[in-house]
């Protein structure tokens, strides 16, 4: 994947694109990092970053809460991402909020798939301002 979206920034300098999927990696992996590296970012951390600031700074921070696209009783993490590549034209407004690994451990069944979440991964969703 690396070699092709070189070949593409290369062949297209001003490239402009959305990247998404059910990556099955965390933001700690390769893939991510390699994302990052070649200029891609992660809606939901852009937006968190951006437009979260001011609302995090009226939370009570002595116990930070984990976001997750998945979650089994052994493991919980986001895993699925959104990612663009930033310019002028794009622009995150809006994300689906993510539920927290301990709103996820008290829904029914502890663990996805459940009756009332039917995917073993939770939807994402990013609103983005293209002008």
């Known amino acids: 994947m690396s070699n092709k979206i070189k070949q593409l ?3 297209h300098p001003k490239l ?3 990247l998404c999927g059910d990556f099955n990696d965390t933001d700690k992996s390769s893939m991510y990092q390699e994302l990052i590296s070649q200029g891609f970012q992660d809606s939901y951390r852009e ?3 951006h437009f979260q600031q001011k ?3 009226n939370k009570d921070k002595s116990e930070p809460e984990k976001l997750c ?3 089994t009783p052994s493991f919980s993490a986001t895993i699925d991402f959104m990612w663009f590549l930033p310019s002028d034209q794009i622009k995150v407004i809006q994300v689906l909020e993510l ?3 301990k709103q996820l451990a008290n829904l029914v069944g502890k663990t996805l798939p459940s009756k009332d979440l039917p995917s073993d991964h939770l939807f ?3 609103k983005f301002n293209l002008s």
């Open 16 to 18: 402009e694109g959305f």
């Open 9 to 11: 920034k290369k062949s």
């Open 55 to 57: 609302a995090d700074s």
């Open 99 to 101: 539920m927290t690994d």
């Open 47 to 49: 937006y968190f970053n």
């Open 69 to 71: 696209t998945m979650f």
């Open 124 to 126: 994402i969703f990013t």
